[in-house]
């Protein structure tokens, strides 16, 4: 590895210098940062911030122009199938084969992971359990709401139990139980040596559930750390919208008031 990181346990994801251009748009402006292994990390920003182009570069699924990506000491593009073989991901709008059922998905998933079809039918099983799928599991994910969709997909992620999971809005359009849910699977999972991190715009479930976060406007990183180094007393949201700005825009559509 020829990241900075010469001493000590290599971190679960290590960026340095990542950018990427979409013409004359930096989405992403030379972003650096460590993700500790075992540490659940939340990234956030405000809408077109760059979270999605990064960790999308991060998991070796959108080439950078500029920068490298580590994961566990692994180059994401030299030795891209020894990092993402220790990768899970949840890609936000990335098209599933959406013509299979459910059971047909997760189990494709498994076996493309070279797990055996045993180990793969039992965790199938377990998957579409406890994210409340088994109903749905024989129905076509072309078939299947956001939420399910969301909670396949992630289902897709977990099945071959990866070292890191990346997860681009996991809880988006997912409801109330099923996220409860799905929060005590990544904590059970970070207690037991895994490493998360979650793109998210729910401040306080960020602030709640991750032992680290970063926060990303205009491509730019702006903080970085624990919850509790970047908050700095306050909360995850006010510290956000105080180092994002972007407050009080809405005044002024008087037109709106109707008495
Ligand atoms: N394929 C693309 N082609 C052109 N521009 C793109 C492309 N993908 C992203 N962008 C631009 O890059 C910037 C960052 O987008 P990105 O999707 O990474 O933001 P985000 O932080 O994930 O936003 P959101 O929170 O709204 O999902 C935006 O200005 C977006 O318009």
Known sequence: MTSAHTAGPAPAIAIRGLGKRFGEKAAVNGISLDVPAGSFYGLVGPNGAGKTTALSM???MLRPDAGQVWIHGRDVWKDTLGAK???GVLADGVRLFDRLTGRQLVTYAGLLRGMDTATVQERTDDLL?????????????????AGMTKKIALAT????????????????AVDPVSAANIRDILTDYVGHGGTVVVSSH???LVQRMCTHVAVIAQGNLLASGTVEEVRAGSSLEDRFVELVGGRGTSQGLSWLHTS
Do not use: N, Q, W
Request: proline letters at 5%; charged letters at 25%.
């Open 129 to 145: 359990r406890v994210l409340d799928l088994e109903d749905a599991a024989s129905k076509l994910v072309v078939d299947y709401s």
């Open 202 to 204: 729910v401040m306080d």
């Open 58 to 60: 991060a998991t070796g």
């Open 157 to 172: 992620a977990l099945i071959h139990s990866p070292r890191v999971l990346v997860l681009d809005e996991p809880f988006e």
């Open 85 to 87: 073989s220790l990768l």
